[in-house]
């Protein structure tokens, strides 16, 4: 581990930037689930008012119930409200906030969005529209990283966008090599060349595709690495136009390009690499202005690294570098916006233990991982020491076809990788979600698989172990262990018991 003074760290909330601090009363939160509910919490430990920005479809949810006043902006999908920016502008005017915080996915890199906010006097808490546009589309943010000397992964990404000149450059780089839409993001409109007979092919429908996901036909190719790591550094940048760090997360594990299980720190890297990157990371992000909290992503493969993308906004593995850290980044943010330090460079701050966060997914681990809806039955959270249960449904909500499937996020922390899995294993197995399938058994495989365990997972790892999901196992001893966890965790709670007056159907579900 980097022991290395960062310089940068002492967390004093709440010290301003002389003559620059922006009073904030009321934010308004243009977002839904979990991360809702997780502004709100650091908006009420601010003494923060709220309104949530919500869809007719979110009536039924957490966030709904705790923020300080809600406004509906729209019908359910998402072009007509979450991604709606007049809607939105005009739901937060209307409730009187001084500041939107836009969460993660929708509209939190739309730099459109920031400015509209601007113009409408209202604090977008996030950086400045210009960084966003140079950092957050992804040809332009990877010219920055070639004039601060960061490598990237060989590749084109050049105006000439004609099929021919994409099949020369192809040929190039030398196969497999990975089309990308320009505009995208997600894990979305990505396409694989593994031979050069089909290229042709793949980059029309690649183009056809990230036209009407993205609204422009624009990709750009890289080589595909195909023993890689997904590295990524938290950067943070303070209200003075200080950079720096907190520290490095693995996301590996990814089905579809898109992450399940995150990690703070990562058990990959060598104090050397990690020096490196980092500075890398703070690099980009000064040359970008950058301001609050964001994302450099990497790929990591036999010992060199690449510049993957630049997210700017918080992102949903943000809690595991929480708490090996010891930092709100939310509420950093929130000071941050406000023109005061979240930072001073009086002390040093460096990871301590290890976490991982599990994302919980309403859906069947047993038929390849489709969406699961319906209403929640009786939840159960197994609390204790360093647990952390980041969720947007309670029992009697409902999940719903409109919206990303994901119910709850689990994060664990513990002093070692191998004590946080076993911790993170144990949790799973004693949290009770009745009346939808959820991918924990999924995820409890997943943790307990020898490459996880010893950390040598590349982002193929899904792919080669468990391409064709995971299969029921309905012997005796998983049948004690869940009537075990269903007693423990539901028996025990008197007032949950009129729920579960016969759970075993929709909580054998779950196995
Ligand atoms: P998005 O913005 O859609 O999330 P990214 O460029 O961040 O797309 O990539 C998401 C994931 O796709 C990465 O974490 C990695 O697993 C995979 N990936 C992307 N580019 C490459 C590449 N050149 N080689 C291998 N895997 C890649």
Redesign the pocket.
Same mark, same amino acid.
């Given at each position: 581990m980097c022991l290395e003074k960062t310089n940068e760290t002492l967390y004093l909330l709440g010290m301003n930037n002389s003559s620059k601090v922006k009073e904030i009363r009321t934010i308004a939160i243009a977002n839904r689930g979990e991360v809702a509910v997780r502004i709100i919490k650091a908006c009420e430990e601010l003494g923060i008012d709220t309104v949530l920005l919500h869809s007719e479809a979110d009536v039924s949810s957490r966030a709904f119930r705790m923020a300080t006043k809600t406004i509906c902006i729209g019908p359910a999908p998402t072009n007509q409200s979450y991604l709606n920016i007049q809607a939105n502008i005009q739901g937060a005017v209307a409730a009187g906030a001084d500041a939107v915080h836009p969460g993660f996915g929708f509209l939190s890199e739309n730099a459109d969005f920031a400015l509209a906010c601007k113009d409408a006097g209202l604090i977008f808490i996030g950086p400045s529209p210009e960084s966003i546009r140079l950092l957050g589309d992804?040809i332009s943010c990877k010219a920055l990283a070639q004039k601060a000397g960061i490598p990237l992964?060989p590749?084109y990404q050049g105006d000439d966008q004609s099929v021919e000149r994409l099949i020369k450059e192809v040929e190039l780089i030398g196969l497999?090599v990975?089309i990308?839409?320009a505009a995208?993001?997600?894990?979305?409109?990505?396409k694989l060349i593994r031979d050069l007979s089909e290229a042709r092919q793949l980059i029309e429908s690649a183009k056809r595709e990230s036209l009407s996901a993205f609204g422009s036909e624009k990709v750009f190719l =890289?080589?595909?690495?195909?023993r890689?790591k997904?590295i990524e550094f938290q950067i943070f940048g303070d209200c003075a136009g200080q950079v720096q760090h907190l520290f490095d997360r693995e996301?590996?594990v990814?089905r579809r390009?898109?992450?399940i299980i995150e990690e703070a720190t990562s058990p990959s890297l060598t104090d050397d690499l990690r020096r490196q990157m980092g500075s890398a990371a703070v690099s980009i992000a000064q040359m970008a202005q950058y301001q609050g909290a964001g994302t450099v992503?990497f790929?990591l493969?036999d010992g060199k690294f690449?510049l993957? =993308?630049v997210?700017t906004r918080l992102q949903v593995e943000h809690p595991v570098t929480e708490e090996v850290m010891g930092v709100d980044l939310v509420k950093m943010q929130i000071l941050t916006a406000m023109g005061k330090f979240a930072f001073s460079s009086e002390d040093i701050r460096i990871p301590r233990g290890h976490s991982i966060e599990c994302r919980l997914y309403a859906e069947d681990p047993y038929q390849g991982g489709v969406p699961s809806t319906g209403k929640l039955g009786t939840i159960a959270w197994p609390e204790g020491p360093r647990r952390r249960f980041e969720y947007g449904f309670e029992s009697g909500d409902i999940i719903t076809s409109h919206y990303d499937p994901m119910i709850a996020k689990v994060i664990v922390w513990d002093e070692s990788r191998p004590r946080a899995i076993d911790k993170m294993i144990r949790v799973l197995q004693d949290s009770v979600v009745f009346g939808v399938h959820t991918n924990i058994p999924y995820l409890v495989k997943i943790l307990s698989h020898p490459d996880f365990v010893t950390g040598v997972m590349t982002?193929?790892f899904i792919e080669t172990h468990f391409s064709e999901g995971i299969k029921s196992s309905h012997n005796e001893e998983d049948r004690i262990q869940f009537s075990r966890q269903v007693y423990k965790q539901t028996f025990s709670q008197k007032n949950q018991t009129s729920e579960v007056a016969s759970p075993w159907l929709s909580h054998w579900r779950n196995i």
């Open positions: 992804k992964v590749g497999p990975i990308k839409a995208g993001g997600g894990g979305r409109g990505m =890289e080589k595909y690495l195909d890689a997904h996301c590996s990814q390009h898109q992450k992503e790929l493969q690449y993957l =993308e997210n982002t193929r």
